[in-house]
């Protein structure tokens, strides 16, 4: 079976300061895992996702996310936030050996940036 | 321009009243996939289709079909909307089920049932 977690329900920060969402998952086998954003009153936009190879993934919007295989982790990172980046963010995971053809999204984490 | 279409948009209606939410791609994509999105309860599947006349459950399909004719189309039915499916809605799709890649998602359906 395959799980993702976002333990933040939200997650503030003040606008210049860098910011990190958190992703935790459990799969069988290797993840694919993706980042979503959703702004007020859209649909989700895809951000990033990582397949294999590379730790670190960069985005769009200058977002990157660290995959860390012995802590089962894929955070979100910005280096400098922006207002512009106040939004929804969900997480999401699928077990690349199969088993489920679906990925399974996190509860998302409201990110506010402060002015 | 590569999207996902959604319609309506907003949509208010009575208790047991049938209706139907459009979705259209147009990047030939074979997976198609329905969403409701509740505060707190994040993302939910309503129910997915892998390829035309192939479609299958996701984690809440009570109350709601769906159907896939044309590869492009992927339209959701209420056919007794109740109360409880007052929600945001969103169709998404993919290229492919499974494999690494990423899903494109409407701009939503705000369906309101009284």
């Known amino acids: 079976a395959q799980s993702v977690a976002q333990p933040e329900d939200q997650v503030n920060v003040a606008e210049g300061n860098p910011l990190t969402v958190k992703c935790t998952y459990s799969?069988?086998?290797?993840?694919?895992l993706f980042w979503y954003v959703q702004y007020p009153n859209r649909g989700l936009q895809f951000l990033l996702k990582?397949?294999?190879?590379?730790?670190l993934v960069k985005g769009s919007y200058g977002f990157e996310a660290e995959f860390n295989k012995s802590q089962t982790s894929f955070h979100l990172k910005k280096p400098s936030a922006l207002v512009s980046d106040s939004a929804l963010y969900f997480c999401?995971?699928?077990?690349?050996?199969?088993?489920?053809?679906?990925?399974?999204f996190g509860r998302g984490t409201s990110l506010i940036v402060h002015p | 321009e590569a999207q996902v279409t959604q319609n309506p948009r907003y949509l208010i209606t009575v208790t047991g009243k049938k209706l139907t939410v459009t979705c259209s791609q147009n990047m030939n994509h074979e997976y198609m996939s329905w969403y409701r999105q509740d505060p707190g309860l994040g993302l939910r599947q309503i129910y997915y289709?892998?390829?035309?006349?192939?479609?299958d459950k996701g984690d809440v399909p009570e109350g709601y079909k769906v159907s896939r004719k044309e590869k492009r189309n992927f339209p959701l039915i209420l056919e007794s909307p109740s109360p409880n499916q007052t929600s945001l809605y969103f169709c998404?799709?993919?290229?492919?089920?499974?494999?690494?890649?990423?899903?494109?998602f409407g701009p939503g359906t705000r369906l309101t049932v009284t």
């Open positions: 999401a995971v699928r077990d690349a050996a199969g088993g489920s053809y679906i990925p399974t």
């Open positions: 998404a799709s993919s290229l492919m089920a499974g494999g690494p890649y990423e899903q494109y």
């Open positions: 289709s892998m390829n035309v006349e192939v479609t």
């Open positions: 799969v069988s086998g290797n993840p694919y």
């Open positions: 990582y397949i294999t190879g590379d730790n």
